[in-house]
């Protein structure tokens, strides 16, 4: 079943004094959750793999009067686990905790039949997709157990809660990342303060969407900022107790 809270209205400190990490946090729905997250008074640590971008939304935060953020320039097609676990040690060092974890970073991969997908292009959306989000997932859980309320919030996509022809790893990888974020929800019930949901962007104006349907005018596609309120409420305390469920950010 899938839930749906787009009419939410944050209050403007809804964020106050979390810190909350955003993988793919350079461009698309992740620049815009960061920023958004800024502005409602967390500390954002920026992870990505083109650190000018990372830089560019670091001094779009600073000149908002935002909280200063930090960058971890990160490639998940590669990211090893010891990496990540030097990565979660510096989070350690700086912060002591991590509030909230925003699972953004995502690629599309091919559009092909099954018969013609190329293995290594599989393998490399099912790196991006899962399994970097289960190596950072589990290098942060500790860090997350330190907040009073940790949030972990995966990307979903409609193809991965059905199956589409021609959508390949980018599907597949979808529905695991919901069996992710399912199997971790069961695990912290009851017994710890994190939650673990995912939202469905629905179709959203950024460069992905426009890979994928090239003759789609940008114009008329929802943009990012306009399903912020999904995104808000589950990293902020309201959704305290929300634990396990899909979300469409679109309704
Ligand atoms: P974009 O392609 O605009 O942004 C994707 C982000 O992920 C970029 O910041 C990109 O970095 C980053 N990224 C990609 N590969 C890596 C990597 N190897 N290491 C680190 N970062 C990486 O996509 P969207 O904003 O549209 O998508 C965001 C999420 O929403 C994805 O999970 C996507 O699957 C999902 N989604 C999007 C929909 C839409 O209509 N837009 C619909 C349904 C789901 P860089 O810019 O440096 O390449």
Same mark, same amino acid.
């Given at each position: 079943?899938?839930e749906t809270?787009t009419?939410?209205t944050?209050?403007a400190?809804?964020l106050?004094?979390?810190?909350?990490?955003v993988?793919g946090?350079?461009?698309g729905?992740g620049?815009?959750a960061a920023?958004?997250?800024a502005?409602h008074?967390?500390?954002?640590i920026?992870?990505?793999?083109?650190? %000018?971008?990372?830089?560019?939304?670091y001094d779009?935060i600073?000149a908002?009067?935002?909280?200063? %953020?930090?960058i971890l320039?990160v490639?998940?097609?590669?990211?090893?686990?010891?990496?990540?676990?030097?990565?979660?040690?510096?989070v350690?060092?700086e912060?002591?905790?991590?509030d909230?974890l925003?699972?953004?970073?995502g690629?599309?991969?091919?559009?092909?039949?099954?018969?013609?997908?190329?293995?290594? !292009?599989?393998?490399?959306?099912?790196q991006?997709n899962v399994?970097?989000a289960?190596?950072? !997932?589990?290098?942060?859980? %500790?860090?997350?157990e330190?907040?009073?309320?940790?949030?972990?919030?995966?990307t979903g996509?409609?193809?991965g809660?059905? #199956?589409?022809? =021609?959508w390949?790893?980018? +599907?597949? +990888?979808?529905? *695991?990342?919901?069996?992710l974020?399912?199997?971790?929800?069961d695990?912290?019930?009851?017994?710890s /303060?994190?939650?673990?949901? +995912?939202? /469905?962007?629905?179709?959203?104006?950024t460069?992905?969407?426009? *890979?994928? =349907?090239?003759a789609e005018d940008?114009q008329?596609?929802? !943009? %990012?900022?306009?399903?912020?309120?999904?995104?808000?409420?589950?990293m902020?305390?309201?959704s305290?107790?929300v634990n #396990?469920?899909?979300?469409?950010a679109?309704?």
């Open positions: 079943m899938s809270i009419d939410y944050a209050p400190d809804l106050k004094d979390k810190i909350i990490l993988t946090a350079g461009d729905i620049r815009v920023k958004t997250y502005a008074g967390a500390t954002v920026l992870l990505g793999r083109t650190v %000018p971008k990372l830089e560019a939304v779009e600073e908002a009067g935002g909280a200063k %953020p930090a320039p490639d998940l097609a590669n990211v090893k686990w010891e990496e990540l676990e030097y990565l979660a040690q510096g350690d060092q912060f002591g905790r991590l909230g925003l699972h953004n970073a690629v599309l991969g091919q559009r092909t039949p099954i018969a013609n997908y190329h293995y290594a !292009t599989w393998q490399q959306v099912m991006i399994n970097a289960f190596g950072l !997932t589990k290098a942060m859980l %500790p860090l997350l330190h907040s009073k309320a940790g949030s972990v919030i995966f996509s409609g193809v809660l059905k #199956g589409r022809a =021609y390949g790893a980018y +599907s597949v +990888s979808k529905f *695991a990342t919901e069996g974020m399912q199997v971790l929800a695990e912290v019930d009851g017994v /303060n994190i939650r673990a949901n +995912s939202i /469905n962007p629905g179709a959203t104006r460069n992905m969407r426009e *890979a994928a =349907y090239p940008p008329t596609v929802t !943009t %990012p900022e306009e399903i912020m309120p999904t995104y808000l409420y589950l902020g305390d309201d305290i107790g #396990g469920k899909q979300f469409n679109q309704g």
